[in-house]
């Protein structure tokens, strides 16, 4: 069931009315339901826990990525996730939402030293080393630091998938992970070291994907790497599957359902005997979130075009501007109004600050509501100040309640983060 829905005419998140939302936080803001959060998270649950002992113990570590607001993180922690980090940021954002270290793994290209010594003394749960650079510092911290940390090598299987060009990373030209062989040797490397313990590897081939096949060749090089290390007599017992399943932003995308996924992977995975690991990002929040917005007016053209001109712009949602990405926009108030085409945009002093072109919409005029769909991943976690537009504010819906869980900060707030530089100051 979608829990943003119109209640007699009315969009609502939840139990609660958009519009009295929109009185309460003022335009834009971006609104999450707990109930798509939670049952996001267990359909998955669900589905790996149907293929029984082909997947081992299986961790859900949320990709913080896609959402590092606190209390989506704490919504999803307190089902049992954990959580996929890039930066001490997001280890530090995983833990104050209550996920403990032992549940949150560390992957990223570029790590630094600072970041990585961070990761050891905060008792991570694995670190997904990216290269063989990478490998060589970690083993350097990891003895100053005094600590032995488990670590899986990320391969780039030469596969690469995904829903755009820029978010497609397991390709052998994308800058991700290491390539089979190398892979095979940094294990064998790693292992004889002994500065860190090698417990299995890891792989991500891009977001967004709607095809099982490129996730399923991904997973069989895995597979076979392992029957691999194993023949040399390593200890291989995780596998990091990554995340990247798309969702259906628009009509006429079939993304592979959570069960036929978890089906798929319970067979690549058959006779392994490991656990493992999946770092969902978009599939547990863009639809839990939508973006609120208000028509700030409607600008006609002499040829007819119509600029639908709104207080929300790319720097609140890049993934139109960036990727040409659709999301549904719905009118808070469906009133039947008769249809029109739009140019949907921002105030943003930029062309590609664009949301839609010749969207078919109900009329509509200044000062309407309106909500674009999908919005809950990679929506406020990309947000920028641009054009020095405050963040825009976070509210999170339970029910009939909702908490304001990042207020829009106040302009004296955004000008007291910088000094200007003492020689200019009189
Ligand atoms: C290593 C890693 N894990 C997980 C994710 C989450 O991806 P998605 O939001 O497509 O599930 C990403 C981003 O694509 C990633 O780079
Ligand atoms: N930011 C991208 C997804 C990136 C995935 C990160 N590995 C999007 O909005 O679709």
């Not at 609502?12 to 929109?22: D, T, W």
């Not at 899986?152 to 998938?161: C, D, E, H, L, S």
């Not at 081939?205 to 095809?211: C, T």
């Not at 005029?365 to 504010?393: H, I, Q």
């Amino acid at each position: 069931m979608d829990h943003f829905r119109y209640i007699d005419g009315a969009l609502h998140a939840e139990g609660v009315p958009l519009v009295a939302l929109a009185d309460e936080v003022g335009t834009p803001a971006y609104v999450y339901s707990t109930a798509t959060l939670s049952r996001h998270y267990q359909v998955f649950r669900e589905a790996l826990q149907a293929q029984g002992p082909a997947l081992g113990r299986s961790l859900i570590a949320f990709a913080v990525k896609a959402n590092s607001n606190l209390s989506v993180l704490a919504t999803l922690g307190r089902l049992g996730a954990g959580a996929d980090t890039v930066s001490e940021g997001e280890i530090r954002r995983a833990l104050a939402a209550g996920i403990p270290a032992d549940r949150i793994i560390f992957s990223g290209v570029g790590k630094t030293d600072a970041e990585l010594a961070f990761a050891l003394e905060t008792g991570v749960r694995q670190i997904n080393v990216e290269s063989g650079p990478e490998l060589e510092r970690l083993e350097r911290i990891a003895e100053a630091v005094g600590i032995r940390p488990d670590i899986a090598i990320r391969v780039n299987p030469g596969v690469g998938a995904g829903g755009h060009a820029k978010i497609t990373t397991g390709g052998g030209g994308d800058k991700f992970g290491v390539p089979v062989e190398e892979a095979l040797s940094l294990y064998a490397r790693a292992a004889a070291n002994g500065r860190v313990r090698p417990v299995g590897l890891a792989c991500h081939i891009g977001s967004q994907i709607l095809d099982l096949a490129p996730l399923r060749d991904a997973f069989g090089v895995l597979a076979d790497m392992t029957r691999r290390l194993r023949a040399d007599v390593h200890s291989v017992r995780v596998l990091d599957l990554g995340g990247g399943l798309g969702v259906p932003y628009e009509p006429g995308l079939t993304p592979p359902d959570p069960a036929t996924y978890a089906a798929m992977v319970g067979k690549a995975m058959a006779g392994l005997d490991v656990d493992t690991v999946f770092e969902p990002g978009r599939l547990l929040v863009a639809n839990a979130g939508v973006l609120l917005a208000r028509v700030i007016h409607v600008n006609v053209r002499p040829d007819g075009r119509r600029f639908l001109v709104l207080d929300a712009a790319m720097n609140d949602l890049m993934r139109p501007a960036l990727y040409d990405a659709f999301h549904p926009l719905l009118p808070v108030t469906d009133e039947g109004r008769a249809e029109g085409l739009y140019d949907v945009v921002g105030p943003v002093c930029e062309t590609g600050d664009t949301f839609a072109r010749d969207r078919l919409l109900p009329e509509l005029r200044a000062g309407d509501l309106v909500a674009f769909k999908g919005a809950g991943a990679y929506g406020a976690a990309m947000a920028s100040e641009y054009n020095s537009r405050p963040l825009v504010p976070e509210v999170l819906v339970d029910g009939d309640r909702f908490a304001v869980v990042r207020p829009r900060p106040d302009y004296a707030a955004m000008l007291e983060r910088e000094t200007v530089a003492p020689w200019l100051a009189d």
